[in-house]
């Protein structure tokens, strides 16, 4: 039964099949609905104390501190790759609408750890950079050019593409102010390899048409004004003919990844989400 049932969790946690699907497969498996969704939990939790096992070897970085050409002059960025290794698949980490705090830093490093040239850009660059007091930060993303701020990101592409320890594919990941950035990224670069946002806003239908890139987009369960757009980016989507896959995770809210807010993380949402967003740049940075 073991070697039923771990190809078609490995599908599962990858993303390659749906919850739904999953559970009716492991059902026909196990000989009920009842007995798989009591076997479940189990399959996460060993998962869970594996990826502990293998992590415990951990992976040394290099990181720092670096400064990019883009539209408004030089931005900053916080990158991190192994230690060890000459070239790297690369990942652009956009952040909240907090700025480039120690979270995202810790993201990207995380990134860097599964095997990526990761690099994390200040959108606040143009007007002083993220603050180390954060509680205004707002006022500083209003001062912002829209137009502008997506061009600096999309010098992000270019900057990674051409960097000494890039393999020369480039992926974006973001989480909602950055989420909505990604998006933006994949519309205006043609030379995105994937994008996966995390519950981000989506693009017009006809900027849908511009996307070149695959895209894997994650949402919350409960997040109305970000879902509302879901129907149609999707047929857009599906319309234009670009490949995607679209999750949404039940029981979740808005910002289920973020482990320093404990009022919105969702330790399992976040850890599926996660391996599949891994296992998705793996595939399309290769």
């Avoid at 990207?108 to 994390?120: I, N, P, Q, V």
């Avoid at 879901?230 to 973020?258: R, V």
Wanted: with cysteine; proline share 5%; aromatic share 10%.
């Amino acid at each position: 039964m073991e070697k039923r049932i771990t190809p078609l969790y490995d599908d599962y946690r990858k993303g390659r099949t749906s919850r739904r699907s999953f559970l009716k497969k492991l059902a026909m498996i196990t000989g009920s609905t009842a007995a798989a969704s009591a076997l479940l939990p189990v399959l996460d939790h060993n998962y869970l104390m594996a990826s502990v096992a293998k992590k415990q070897k951990e992976v040394q970085l290099v990181t720092e501190f670096i400064k990019y050409p883009a539209a408004t002059g030089e931005m900053r960025a916080f990158l991190a790759r192994p230690e060890k290794g000459k070239k790297f698949p690369a990942v652009i980490v956009i952040h909240e609408n907090r700025g480039l705090v120690p979270h995202i830093q810790d993201v990207t490093k995380r990134m860097a750890k599964e095997g990526f040239l990761a690099l994390a850009p200040d959108a606040l660059s143009p007007v002083g950079g993220t603050p180390e007091d954060v509680s205004n930060v707002g006022e500083l993303f209003k001062k912002l050019n829209g137009e502008e701020t997506t061009k600096n990101f999309v010098a992000a592409v270019k900057y990674l593409e051409t960097h000494p320890n890039s393999n020369g594919k480039v992926g974006c990941t973001g989480f909602c102010w950055g989420g909505a950035m990604t998006n933006q990224v994949a519309v205006n670069s043609p030379d995105l390899d994937a994008a996966v946002p995390y519950y981000g806003r989506q693009p017009s239908a006809e900027d849908v048409a511009k996307i070149k890139a695959p895209v894997m987009a994650h949402y919350a369960e409960n997040d109305q004004g970000i879902n509302a757009g879901i129907a149609a980016f999707e047929e857009a989507l599906k319309k234009n003919n670009k490949e995607y896959q679209i999750f949404s995770y039940p029981g979740t809210g808005h910002g289920f990844n973020n482990d320093t807010n404990t009022a919105r993380y969702n330790s399992e949402a976040a850890k599926l989400a996660w391996d599949r967003t891994v296992a998705f740049f793996r595939e399309k940075l290769k």
